[in-house]
């Protein structure tokens, strides 16, 4: 019915008029109001961009890595002085982990020689490039709990002593104990280093399937599932890092 008395006196309300003073106080109210929601406006958009540059990537690990060339290094050098360890390089799959992309390159691995050890390592795994101890996984701990316990470490040198080296049927790795205190890469002042989330510290050189099965090798070998020959001590270098979700 509203709408109806408006529609039939319409030409009455428009031509309606008001003063000048009133006209001028409500073109102030209203600029009063557009200025408002201009400023509201404006600080939607700081905080949008705030908030996206804010944003912080999603750490997927805290690694300590360690040359790749170092790790096949030890290995190599160990076993022309172990015969048990000897035995096991001569094999796959550890065998390629010691060799160089260019010894892999120019050979034709079929004709290596089969393993004949009690520990079958199969031959459908991957040799891990990436080296590394983890000391923090994201489906262990929070982002927050990362970034308080390690960031102070980020670029740090942590020299490790390698122990053993642990064989079984789905990994292979190798035994690391770490030190207890390192230098911040911040101001050089020697601190705890906060411990590894996996009570096993190793870093994984081969695997079939994910690399997590490593964690299991001390129970394997308690089992008599895996083999573990002992290092002589030999010393390996790692810098800590942020490993971030691609």
């Not at 790749?68 to 002085?81: F, H, P, S, T, Y």
């Not at 394997?220 to 890092?241: D, H």
Request: contains cysteine; charged residues 25%; proline residues 3%.
């Amino acid at each position: 019915r509203l709408r109806k008395s408006i529609k039939l006196h319409r030409d009455f309300l428009q031509s309606l008029t008001v003063s000048e003073s009133i006209s001028q106080h409500s073109l102030v109210e209203q600029l009063k109001v557009l200025s408002s929601s201009l400023d509201n406006v404006d600080c939607r958009h700081s905080n949008s961009a705030t908030s996206t540059s804010s944003k912080k990537k999603h750490i997927k690990l805290v690694a300590i890595d360690v040359q790749l060339c170092d790790v096949q290094n030890l290995l190599i050098a160990r076993g022309k002085e172990d015969p048990t360890l000897a035995k096991y390089l001569e094999n796959d799959p550890i065998s390629m982990f010691t060799k160089t992309e260019k010894d892999r390159d120019g050979e034709n691995t079929s004709e290596v020689t089969p393993s004949n050890n009690d520990i079958k390592t199969g031959e459908d795994g991957q040799c891990i490039t990436k080296t590394h101890v983890t000391m923090a996984h994201s489906s262990q701990c929070t982002q927050v709990y990362m970034l308080e316990k390690f960031k102070d470490f980020v670029g740090a040198s942590v020299p490790m002593e390698a122990l053993s080296i642990l064989i079984g049927k789905d990994s292979i790795a190798v035994e690391v104990r770490l030190p207890d205190v390192v230098s911040c890469e911040t101001n050089l002042e020697k601190r705890k280093l906060p411990p590894s989330k996996n009570e096993f510290q190793h870093i994984t050189i081969w695997c079939r399937g994910k690399a997590v099965a490593s964690n299991q090798l001390p129970l394997e070998v308690e089992r008599g599932e895996a083999v573990k020959v002992l290092l002589a001590k030999e010393t390996l270098n790692g810098i800590l890092k942020f490993w971030y979700d691609d």
